[in-house]
């Protein structure tokens, strides 16, 4: 059944005239919907429902219905969701015949549709519908957009403005607001200069003028503020530019972080450092002109403390030839320990000056291996022990990182210790080899049979005049481990001693490997 | 055997003095040896100048020099020898307390001829002294008087 067959033509039998085919062209390639419909009445003659009487193709699109299935059928049939509203209204246009123009939400369709009602017959209705769903959505999403923009815009944190291209505040949130101490009112009276620092000014003109000429695209710096008060904050300042359809600059999105808290703590870091680095200087200063002092104390022991020993030594001996026979047994005897006591007061003081020089030494590092050195340190140390029996028992030793002559001095202590505690020994036994592996370090350790040490008194072994033997005992002044440990450590490693008295000693040294990070 | 030259000793202490002496007395070395008290008396004794105008033409064949002396130390004394046409001619040893490696570096720096550190003990004290006596004033050939190049020395 066609449409015309419905409505249009009431005389079917009739060939349709030229009109009437003008009329359908146009009904049916109306680029909007287009629908007329008859009202249904209940009992008290208020409109209930619509036969729908012809439809076009673009309300076939809108509806998603085919004019075939719908022709002849009711509205609530065929769209059983229809709201009441449309019936009333529509229905209304076809009772009184008033025109009217509907734009409202189809739930049957899930559709906004606007629509422009006629009644061209008492009791029925024409429609023209334009489905206006997309521009409703686009409008809804703008709209969700701009709030939700405005939402960010008004609670950040920083201070946001709208900048036109000639600089002057379009628009601003509640943080720039509170930063400054300029109402929104006030400071769109204004340009972003007018409330710069004029030192940082012309920076920030001559950035923002290539800004506002589109020559770049963003800019940021850092500048001062003058608030409303007259006081200065600093800002970080970030500007994108925004332009416009056609590409052109149209306006700029400045954003403020006050950061003068920042700045603050940077420049009271600064004076800090400054400040420390002076400190540095003075304490070198201080430390070099008490490293010259101890070397003028060392140079005036060395030379003047060491004359009126030799001249004791010198006389003493002198006194003893003059006496000749003459002198008794017992003044002999005196006169022996004069002299050996200012021998032992010359080795003293060598061992100091020596203590306090490799205190001082610069650290002259190589690479190189310990075999041949702690080789030429035996020979040196069998030289001064003479005919002995002594059972060597040498491990294989690494290379290590440091100032070769002076660890020689570290090998040369603690094998002429090994020597001198197992003098008594009829066989002594000096072991040199390589400890247990500590990181980034090797261990070296020089073991004997010797005497030994009371282990509770292993911390005092290498403190300066620390000795833990008689003199009568066992010659030495004390310096020798003190300058092993003091050497050491420059080297960044560390000396500890292991012993039992009359049970031997062992002690160890830790040293930088040789690949070592330095 | 030659005629032993003379050695000039530069000390500022005499109890070193006499010990020294005694030491090369020991070994008949003695009597070769003028000492003098400071490095300007020293200077005064090469140059021959103010109480030393008189002393024979004939230059030490060895200075024994202190480092540390009143006045004129021995550094200055040094490098007057050695930076002067005839006296640089004459070895010079500096006997001194100071082992003190600058003094070393400083003396030998100078164009000194051997550093000696006067021993604190005795009998090593009398050998180095000895020694040294024994080495420059026998075993060491001077320098020959042709090879001064002084308008007094006579030339051969």
Not at chain 1, 57 to 71: F, P, S
Not at chain 1, 388 to 399: S, T
Not at chain 2, 112 to 138: H, I, R, S
């Amino acid at each position: 059944m066609s449409v015309s067959d419905i409505t249009l033509d009431p005389s079917p039998q009739e060939a349709p005239d030229e009109s009437e085919v003008k009329y359908r062209q146009l009904f049916d390639n109306l680029i909007h919907g287009f629908a007329i419909q008859e009202i249904i009445c209940d009992e008290q003659g208020k409109p209930c429902d619509f036969r729908i009487l012809e439809v076009n193709r673009r309300w076939e699109e809108i509806t998603g219905a085919k004019a075939e299935d719908v022709v002849g059928k009711t509205v609530r049939e065929m769209f059983p969701e229809v709201e009441d509203y449309w019936i009333e209204a529509l229905g209304n246009v076809a009772l009184t015949g008033e025109p009217a123009r509907l734009a409202n939400y189809a739930r049957a369709l899930d559709k906004h549709l606007d629509l422009s009602v006629f009644s061209p017959r008492k009791g029925q209705f024409a429609s023209v519908c334009i489905d206006v769903t997309e521009e409703k959505r686009t409008l809804e999403s703008l709209r969700r957009s701009e709030a939700r923009f405005r939402a960010m815009f008004e609670g950040a944190g920083v201070g946001i403005a709208l900048v036109d291209r000639s600089g002057r505040l379009q628009d601003c949130n509640a943080a720039l607001q509170y930063m400054t101490g300029f109402t929104q009112e006030e400071l769109k009276t204004k340009t972003f200069a007018e409330i710069t620092h004029p030192e940082d000014r012309r920076k920030n003109l001559d950035v923002h003028e290539e800004l506002a000429s589109g020559g770049r695209d963003h800019y940021a710096l850092e500048k001062r503020y003058v608030r409303k008060d007259g006081s200065t904050i600093w800002g970080r300042l970030n500007v994108s530019l925004v332009r416009d359809a056609e590409g052109k600059p149209d306006y700029s999105v400045g954003m403020v972080e006050d950061v003068t808290e920042r700045k603050r703590a940077e420049d009271e870091l600064r004076r800090l450092n400054a400040e420390l680095e002076q400190r540095v200087l003075d304490r070198t200063a201080a430390l070099d002109s008490a490293n010259k002092e101890l070397e003028a104390f060392s140079y005036s022991v060395s030379h003047d403390l060491r004359a009126p020993l030799r001249h004791v030594t010198g006389f003493v001996n002198l006194l003893e030839q003059h006496a000749g026979t003459s002198m008794d047994d017992k003044s002999r005897r005196y006169a022996g320990i004069i002299a050996d006591s200012a021998r032992r007061m010359g080795r003293l003081i060598d061992d100091l000056l020596e203590f306090s020089r490799t205190g001082r030494a610069e650290l002259k590092k190589t690479v190189f291996a310990l075999t041949p050195l702690l080789e030429d340190v035996r020979r040196e140390c069998l030289r001064d022990a003479g005919e002995r029996n002594v059972q060597w028992k040498i491990g294989d030793l690494p290379e290590v990182a440091g100032d070769r002559s002076l660890l020689r001095l570290v090998l040369v202590n603690l094998v002429a210790n090994a020597l001198k505690f197992t003098r008594d020994r009829a066989a002594a036994e000096i072991e040199i080899g390589v400890g247990p592996a500590e990181k980034d370090a090797v261990v070296i350790f020089v073991r004997d049979n010797g005497v030994g040490f009371d282990p509770r008194h292993a911390a005092k072994l290498f403190g300066i005049f620390e000795r833990l033997h008689a003199a009568e005992e066992f010659d030495g002044t004390g310096i020798g481990l003190a300058n092993v440990k003091q050497i050491v450590q420059r080297h960044g490693g560390r000396v500890w001693a292991e012993g039992a008295v009359g049970r031997g000693a062992a002690f160890f040294v830790s040293l930088p490997e040789a690949g070592g990070s330095e | 055997m030659r005629e032993p030259g003379s050695i000039l000793y530069v000390e500022d202490d005499e109890r070193d003095v006499e010990l020294t002496l005694g030491a090369l007395e020991q070994h008949h070395l003695a009597n070769a040896v003028t000492v003098v008290r400071d490095g300007e008396e020293a200077l005064d004794y090469l140059y021959r100048r103010r109480s030393f105008q008189e002393r024979p033409t004939n230059d030490p064949v060895l200075v024994l020099l202190d480092l540390k002396m009143p006045k004129v130390d021995g550094f200055e004394v040094l490098r007057q020898i050695k930076s002067d046409a005839r006296l640089k001619m004459i070895p010079v040893v500096v006997l001194t307390s100071s082992r003190e490696e600058k003094d070393l570096i400083a003396s030998y720096q100078l164009g000194v001829n051997a550093y000696v550190v006067k021993p604190v003990d005795f009998e090593q004290f009398v050998g180095a002294v000895k020694d040294l006596g024994l080495f420059w004033l026998v075993l060491n050939e001077p320098t020959p008087p042709a090879g001064r190049t002084d308008d007094d020395s006579p030339r051969g």
